[in-house]
């Protein structure tokens, strides 16, 4: 069995990696670390764990010491030492911070060596990168639906690359656990409102990933919006159809990248992406429409952030890195209600 640590696992996202690696058929939960709650049992910080988990929570080194891969569910700037720690230990590090990702990410990359290692960890679009990876770049959630929802299309040259518009909504815990007055029930509830407009940091990674696949450069407008729910995105992203393309061939190019791939379901036509038909999944819906007044493809992405956005996609990048069923662990079925 594949010994499986999680840093900060007193996160919503350590929390849910806990949780995935506990029904994993090849890997186990061997240990759990958490800077504020170390020595706590890990099921009475989430009561839910009760008599289900018996991780005590550790510090960083006894985790690293105990795991063949590290996932950290840190705050972002926190992951390239204990990177470069694992790395020379022969560990494979999956980092869900955003260190490694992109270099405009506000910090510096420390060990330049250490970051041409890394492999960004979106599996559908790149896969051979990822296999027996050691050092692995976990997109979030926004970075993942943008990309997933755009990218055959642009591939296939069939929208423009530039005056894209990403509009996107997340749940409440893509903002983490530690409260804040904006994530407060009294604040939140009955509320929607975008936030960060035209200047979020996803943006640039968003573009990043698209440059990467479709060789061209590629502008978006961002505009996210926090949404009074737990969890998911919903991605709505805009694009000009490209001059002599129709929504057939539109259709055929989203049913070529989506057709092998378990986790993105391109949905029949007529249907929309919906949040609650991804939670607790590592699933993406995508629904294709088409504005014709304007000649605008309307691509919609559906994902749970914990899961496809999180934790559920760094344990598909694990499958890789190991050499697993790159489903492993993620195939039970969404919830009906």
């Known amino acids: 069995m594949i010994q499986a640590g999680i840093l900060g696992a007193t996160g919503y996202a350590g929390a849910e990696l806990v949780r995935l ?8 939960a061997a240990a759990a670390g958490s800077l504020r709650h170390e020595g706590e049992p890990l099921d009475k910080i989430f009561p839910a764990y009760y008599e289900q ?4 929570c550790e510090n960083q080194n006894t985790v690293i010491e105990k795991s063949d891969v590290v996932f950290a569910a840190l705050p972002s700037g926190l992951s390239q030492g204990i990177a470069k ?10 980092d869900m911070g955003a260190d490694f990702r992109l270099e405009r990410y506000g910090g510096r990359f420390e060990d330049r ?8 960890g979106l599996p559908e679009l790149f896969r051979e990168k990822i296999r027996g990876a050691k050092l692995i770049a976990n997109p979030g959630c926004y970075a993942t639906a943008v990309p997933l929802a755009l990218a055959p299309a642009l591939m296939a040259g069939l929208i423009l690359p530039e005056g894209i518009i990403a509009d996107c909504a997340s749940g409440v815990t893509g903002a983490g656990r530690k409260p804040t007055q904006g994530t407060h029930f009294a604040e939140l509830e009955g509320s929607m409102a975008p936030y960060k407009a035209g200047c979020h940091r996803h943006t640039p990674e968003m ?3 698209l440059r990467a696949v479709c060789g061209k450069e590629v502008k978006i407008t961002f505009v996210p919006h926090l949404l009074p729910v737990s969890r998911g995105i919903l991605a709505t992203c ?3 159809l490209a001059p002599g393309a129709d929504m057939r061939e539109v259709r055929k190019a989203y049913e070529e990248a989506c057709g092998g791939e378990f986790f993105l379901r391109l949905l029949p036509e007529g ?8 939670r607790y999944s590592n699933f993406c819906d995508i629904s294709l429409h088409e504005d014709q007044h ?13 899961g496809k956005g999180a934790a559920g996609q760094a344990v598909q990048n694990m499958n890789l890195a190991f050499g697993l069923e790159e489903t492993a662990g993620l195939t039970a079925m969404p919830p009906a209600f």
Not at 21 to 28: K, L, M, Q, Y
Not at 53 to 56: H, K, T
Not at 297 to 304: C, E, F, H, K, P
């Open 207 to 209: 573009e990043q990933t």
């Open 85 to 94: 720690q694992c790395v020379d230990a022969g560990k494979v590090f999956i």
């Open 238 to 240: 805009y694009a000009k």
């Open 294 to 306: 304007s000649g605008t493809l309307i691509a919609v992405a559906a994902i749970d952030n914990m």
């Open 53 to 56: 988990c018996g991780l005590i």
């Open 271 to 278: 249907s929309v992406a919906n949040l609650k038909n991804v």
């Open 113 to 120: 060596s250490l970051h041409e290692k890394a492999v960004y």
């Open 21 to 28: 690696i506990s029904g994993h058929p090849d890997a186990e």
